[in-house]
């Protein structure tokens, strides 16, 4: 389990790391389905580590 918010920050960097990565192969084999599968993930990451108001206050 994450202990704050700065450590689940992280993880969903982590994750828009692999994304893009993953992205860039997708791109390179023309693979559309995927690449469109990809964006959604990477919205719904972003739409977490963006969300406001934050998970906690300061």
């Known amino acids: 389990m994450l202990s704050d918010e700065k450590e689940y920050n992280g993880y969903l960097?982590?994750?828009?790391?692999?994304?893009?990565?993953i992205t860039e192969v997708a791109e390179k084999e023309?693979?559309?389905?995927?690449?469109?599968?990809?964006?959604?993930?990477?919205?719904q990451v972003e739409r977490k580590l963006y969300q406001q108001p934050p998970l906690q206050q300061s």
């Open 30 to 43: 023309h693979a559309t389905e995927t690449l469109a599968i990809l964006e959604k993930k990477r919205k």
């Open 13 to 21: 960097f982590d994750q828009l790391s692999l994304i893009e990565e």
